[in-house]
């Protein structure tokens, strides 16, 4: 009873502290993660309310499971091969270079000899996917570039446990003993991902149409828990992360009708979970190692965050990522990860390094978890102002009637009409914000820069029927328009204009059809002023009608004979009488109104 007792006061504990916590830091503006972590801290070390963090850190995670497993949902196969560089080079660049960097600082150090020593550097090499796509997805941008980049790093990192794990085997142990252990280890891994992948291709699309036929919610979410945790062990028995599993599991089911439900299954206990992780993290801080090496740990947690984030930055720079995305990556990985707590451990029990030796390790690991949402925000000051975020151009599943080129306010009023009228829309923009924001009202949007031809060939600009260029900027607008008209001159352009300096020069380029972005807005707004002022709706359309006819006429005349030409065609003051309102023909005089009767006396 007692037991039960401790248990529900511990998870409603762990709840107060979760619901206190998030939305006050953000709030400030720290973001939820630093909550989870404060709330974590004064619940464990400081107040000692609950102790036991090791076996909440194990329930918890399932929330990094649950997490890898969400994106795997929304990563196919064709996409995950488009990242191989990023992963195999990249991020193998990133391991090999900081791990060395860091084996060095730990033997000038002398924190251990070199054996254990490679243990530290390449285990402080390695970084918290739990802690960095997080703060992703706090900032909506896990699938900004900087964040697929950032993913395809953490991605080899877990690939790369088992050689680690193998090297601190080798490292233990004499040779001859490790060749027999660790190449059994590795065949099981390969054939471990082998049937994981080879299940997810044959075996679970199936299954969840047979769980699907029973019309029960419930058993279609524990199927869902059942597919993931599965997938999570087996890779865990073969020596993998847990979190590969899942994340192998997600992307076989990527291309599945069941994947939107799914993933809805699973966000509950990714997001609950996730929060638990972080604050078991918190519980697990140990003040008292902390204290008594304040200042080792000090300098041993800012020298390895800044050589991390050095390492980070000039690799992805060389790679070919932008100044601020390489920023915003050496901001997001400089941490230990949650990796570093099982291999320091596995390197005590191998006697490579004491138990106070990894007891400092991990409080380094725990401290920078710590400090990386405070970086991510400090990160912000060393952005250039002129930088614009870029996303992953993904045109998969693109190509439609209209390719429509800008998604302004103009663009997205325009979208209404086609969609309502059954037409498909492919959109393409260059602000990641704007496409963002289209795309979680459900827009099929794709993030690209209009004035390349690689970009428009592959939103499917041979198959539209119409190409609609909607930017903002005329200098853009007639940089699209030049290319298209180069390079596929039988397109049909339909154009919005900046200004009438502007439609004069898109109709000299022989566009189909151009509008000004403000024409028919205010022809609109005078209509129904003048209604307001006592005018009849039908005599109000009457005089748009004229205004229309005239700026037309005007147009063609400044066409032909330049910009100041047509001056007549413009009211610039009263016109007594109105123009162009016929009387209206009756079939008997005697049925005229009193209004129409004064407006004749008039």
């Not at 329930?59 to 499971?65: F, K, M, R, T, Y």
């Not at 809805?264 to 609950?272: K, M, T």
């Not at 039988?490 to 300096?501: E, K, Q």
């Not at 065609?569 to 004064?598: F, G, Q």
Request: hydrophobic share 50%; charged share 20%.
């Amino acid at each position: 009873m007692s037991t039960s007792t401790t248990l529900f006061s511990e998870t409603l504990l762990l709840l107060g502290g979760a619901v206190v916590a998030a939305p006050l830091f953000r709030k400030i503006g720290l973001g939820t993660v630093l909550g989870y972590l404060t709330a974590g801290v004064v619940i464990g070390p400081v107040l000692h309310l609950i102790t036991g963090a090791e076996e909440i850190l194990s329930i918890a995670e399932l929330g990094v499971v649950f997490l890898l497993f969400v994106i795997g949902l929304e990563l196919n196969l064709s996409r995950l091969w488009r990242m191989r560089a990023d992963i195999f080079g990249l991020g193998t660049a990133q391991v090999m270079l900081a791990g060395l960097a860091l084996t060095g600082l730990s033997m000038v150090a002398g924190i251990a000899e070199w054996r254990g020593s490679l243990v530290v550097g390449f285990g402080l090499a390695l970084s918290s996917t739990a802690f960095a796509l997080q703060l992703l997805n706090d900032q909506g941008d896990r699938n900004s570039t900087y964040g697929q980049r950032a993913f395809s790093i953490l991605l080899l990192q877990d690939l790369a446990i088992v050689p680690l794990l193998a090297m601190v085997s080798i490292l233990g142990t004499s040779h001859s003993q490790s060749e027999t252990a660790v190449l059994p280890e590795i065949l099981k891994a390969v054939g471990a991902i082998a049937a994981t992948v080879v299940a997810g291709r044959y075996l679970l699309t199936p299954f969840f149409q047979i769980i699907a036929r029973t019309g029960a919610r419930e058993v279609m979410i524990a199927a869902a828990l059942f597919v993931v945790i599965g997938a999570a062990t087996l890779m865990q028995v073969a020596g993998l992360s847990m979190a590969m599993g899942a994340f192998l599991a997600g992307v076989m089911l990527a291309e599945s009708s069941y994947r939107h439900e799914l993933e809805a299954d699973i966000e509950p206990f990714r997001g609950l979970l996730l929060a638990l992780f972080f604050m078991a993290v918190g519980l697990s801080m140990e003040l008292a190692v902390i204290m008594d090496n304040l200042l080792l740990l000090a300098v041993g947690v800012v020298a390895v965050m800044v050589v991390k984030a050095s390492i980070m930055f000039v690799l992805a720079r060389f790679t070919g990522s932008s100044r601020n995305d390489a920023v915003r990556i050496a901001f997001l990985l400089p941490q230990g990860g949650e990796f570093g707590f099982v291999l320091f451990t596995t390197a005590t029990t191998a006697g490579l390094f004491s138990n106070a030796t990894a007891s400092l390790l991990i409080s380094m690991v725990t401290l920078t978890m710590a400090l990386t949402p405070l970086g991510a925000l400090l990160s912000r000051r060393f952005l250039t102002e002129d930088g614009r975020e870029q996303l992953e151009e993904d045109f998969e599943g693109a190509g439609a009637d209209v390719l429509m080129i800008g998604f302004s306010r103009f663009a997205q009023i325009s979208a209404q009409i086609l969609l309502a009228s059954g037409r498909e829309v492919t959109i393409i923009d260059d602000s990641a914000d704007r496409v963002r924001q289209a795309a979680s009202f459900g827009f099929r949007i794709y993030f690209g820069d209009g004035t390349r031809l690689d970009v428009l060939r592959a939103a499917g600009i041979e198959h539209a029927k119409i190409v609609a260029v909607c930017t903002q900027k005329k200098e853009t607008t007639d940089r699209i328009v030049d290319l298209v008209r180069d390079e596929y001159p039988h397109a049909r352009l339909f154009v919005r204009s900046y200004d009438r300096v502007h439609s004069l020069s898109l109709r000299a380029r022989d566009v189909e059809y151009e509008l000004r972005e403000t024409l028919e807005s205010g022809l609109m707004f005078g209509r129904k002023t003048i209604q307001a002022l006592g005018m009849s709706e039908d005599d109000a359309r009457a005089i748009v009608k004229d205004v229309r006819r005239r700026d037309e006429e005007r147009l063609q005349i400044q066409a032909a004979d330049g910009i100041l030409a047509g001056r007549h065609m413009l009211h610039n003051r009263p016109v007594n009488p109105e123009p162009l309102i016929k009387p209206k023909r009756l079939k008997n005089p005697v049925e005229k109104t009193d209004e129409e009767a004064s407006t004749e006396a008039g």
